[in-house]
């Protein structure tokens, strides 16, 4: 089955733009979560949606946002870039229901955005 | 979600085992206990998980210490596509249902040497 779609791959975008970056869950899980990824700081979790509804959220500034369709697929925003919001931005999908511990993410090949 | 510790690097031979270790001190008696994998320039990918008892799958095994304060993940014979920053993780099964926050540490970067 396909896996976790993300596009674009790789972006550029300068100082003050906005960027939307969208993901494709695997058919059937209706949990979609996104992670940052920088050298400096490792992956940080950004949010999860489950249902078209942010079910937990990371501790980002609110220039970063989600949402969710009702087909599952997800879309994040980040407003006003900064230099500092240059990453690898990765999003994973499970189930999202029964045993939280057992249940396991599969991530996409995430897209990498350069601030300018 | 319960911390947990890795070595920062690790190297091995090609085709011989691989023992990564993970300690986890204060793992609560619900939290699973995953691995996920990182190769160069991809997304994490699910390797293993376990709860109490071993665990055996086609890319892995997961050796549980009785206490369940530490845990190693077995390559049984490392290849060159095994280099990778590998990442153990503690799950919460009662955190409010939420599944997609994972936290990751810095994980342990495998080399392999041919």
């Known amino acids: 089955k396909a896996g976790v779609t993300q596009t674009p791959r790789y972006l550029i975008k300068t100082r003050g733009q906005q960027v939307t970056l969208s993901c494709s869950p695997i058919?059937?899980?209706?949990?979609v979560s996104w992670y940052q990824q920088t050298p400096g700081q490792g992956l940080q979790f950004l949010f999860e949606?489950?249902?078209?509804?942010?079910?937990n959220k990371g501790n980002f500034p609110g220039r970063f946002s989600g949402r969710q369709f009702s087909n599952s697929r997800s879309e994040m925003n980040v407003s006003t870039l900064e230099l500092g919001d240059s990453a690898l931005y990765l999003c994973?999908?499970?189930?999202?229901?029964?045993?939280?511990?057992?249940?396991?993410?599969?991530f996409g090949a995430g897209s990498r955005l350069t601030v300018l | 979600d319960a911390k947990t510790t890795q070595p920062n690097s690790m190297e091995s031979n090609e085709e011989e085992p691989v023992h990564l270790p993970c300690n986890h001190s204060?793992?609560?008696?619900?939290?699973?206990i995953h691995w996920y994998r990182q190769l160069p320039s991809q997304g994490p990918e699910y390797v293993i998980h376990?709860?109490?008892s071993n665990v055996n799958n086609r890319m892995a095994s997961l050796a549980i210490a009785e206490d369940r304060k530490s845990s190693t993940l077995i390559l049984h014979r490392a290849t060159l596509r095994d280099a990778a920053v590998y990442y153990c993780i503690l799950r919460d099964p009662n955190y409010g249902g939420s599944q997609g926050n994972l936290i990751f540490g810095k994980g342990t970067k495998l080399s392999v040497k041919p």
């Open positions: 204060t793992i609560s008696g619900t939290d699973y």
């Open positions: 376990g709860l109490t």
């Open positions: 058919s059937g899980h209706r949990s």
């Open positions: 949606y489950f249902s078209e509804t942010q079910r």
């Open positions: 994973a999908s499970s189930l999202g229901a029964g045993n939280t511990g057992a249940n396991v993410l599969t």
